[in-house]
Every structure is written in C-alpha cells, then in structure tokens.
C-alpha cells in the first residue's frame, strides 16, 4: 500500500524558513513525478512545485525565487524548502506523487505565516 506522510509544517513569522519532508512507502519514487501543492482556506489546491524523476522542476509564479523542491531517491523523500515566508503562504500542504496513472496523496501538513 502506497502512502506518503508528509511533516516539518509549522507557525512561523513573516520571512522565516521552513523545510517540508515528504516520505513514501510501498512504492519507489526515483521514476515518479512528485510534487506539493496547497490549499488555503476557502481556496482550491493549487500547485507548488514539482519535481520529474530526471529532476526537472517547476514552480507556481508566487513562490519562484522562495521555494526549492528536492528529491533524495534514496530515502525515497521529497523536500520542500521554503524561505522568505509570507502570511499567503499559509496553507495545508500536500505531498503528491503520480504512479501508474495514479495521483497519490498524504494528509497534509500545515504552514502558517503571521506575526
């Protein structure tokens, strides 16, 4: 059984960091597409970045320069690095991996940004 279970979410102030883990069992993401998206009260989930399993990546416009999307294949972990936060980037974060023409999904973590 596939699941991933996603941590790191956690309050922080205005222009703080925080790194996001992603870890998947039952499966081996080195071939998959994997990815985080968000979803902010109210709004609809939305993608943050991604990341191929040739490593190529891509990023929502409002995080460009801010986020960084990693993959460690080797302990099967995807990361997300945030920095430079801001109150809209507060959200419920989630991991995502595409597999088989399946999209898979953990719980969520969840970020928030004030002062």
């Known amino acids: 059984q596939v699941q991933l279970v996603e941590s790191g979410g956690a309050s922080v102030q205005p222009g703080g960091s925080l790194r996001l883990s992603c870890v998947v069992s039952?499966?081996?993401?080195?071939?998959?597409?994997m990815g985080w998206y968000r979803q902010a009260p109210g709004k609809q989930r939305e993608l943050v970045a991604s990341?191929?399993?040739?490593?190529?990546?891509k990023y929502a416009d409002s995080v460009k320069g801010r986020f960084t999307i990693s993959r460690d294949n080797a302990r099967n972990t995807v990361y997300l690095q945030m920095n430079s936060l801001k109150p809209e980037d507060t959200a419920v974060y989630y991991c995502?991996?595409?597999?088989?023409?399946?999209?898979?999904w953990g719980k969520g973590t969840l970020v928030t940004v004030s002062s």
């Open positions: 990341i191929t399993g040739s490593f190529s990546t």
């Open positions: 039952g499966s081996i993401i080195r071939f998959n597409d």
């Open positions: 995502n991996m595409y597999y088989n023409g399946l999209n898979y």
